[in-house]
């Protein structure tokens, strides 16, 4: 077991990994925060944040191992940078996203609406074909049964 660091080491590399966090979380601000598309950068992110704190124990810290305190620190790191930035970039990516919004919503949904409005008499046709089919046979009078 390595021996404990002085208690100036450690502040300076609960500052570092403080810092390796922050950096991290400011990662994690620029992508989107809910919904399907923000699993993959959550996966991404977290292990870039274990990668970079793993690579700085081993390289640089006093101990040369990754204590617990550094992970500590790399996630309050992360969480504090990305809670501060997120308002700033969801500003402004709802800022930059806006223009196709619109021009999804002029252009595409027109489109699909007309298509549907096409394809509602063909819909109603087979929907009333397939009612038919689907009733239920009449069971057969079996000779000599006693019903």
């Known amino acids: 077991m390595a021996a404990a660091p002085a208690l100036w080491q450690t502040g300076w ?28 950068p959550d996966l991404v992110l977290v292990g870039m944040l274990l990668l970079f704190l793993q690579s700085y124990a081993a390289g640089y810290s006093a ?8 992970g500590a620190a790399g996630f309050a790191g ?5 809670a501060l930035l997120d308002p700033l970039t969801g500003r402004l ?26 394809r ?15 009733l239920p046979k009449q069971p057969h009078l079996l000779y000599n049964s006693n019903v």
């Open 78 to 82: 992360a969480l504090a940078a990305h």
């Open 13 to 40: 590399e609960l500052l570092c990994c403080l810092y390796l966090g922050g950096l991290v979380g400011a990662l994690r601000a620029l992508a989107p925060g809910r919904g399907r598309g923000a699993v993959l």
């Open 63 to 70: 101990a040369g191992t990754l204590r617990w305190y550094m």
């Open 120 to 134: 509602a008499p063909k819909c109603a046709k087979t929907a009333a074909e397939n009612q038919k089919k689907s």
């Open 93 to 118: 990516r709802r800022a930059l996203l806006r223009p196709l919004r619109r021009l999804r919503h002029g252009l595409l949904c027109p489109r699909f609406v007309s298509l549907r409005a096409r």
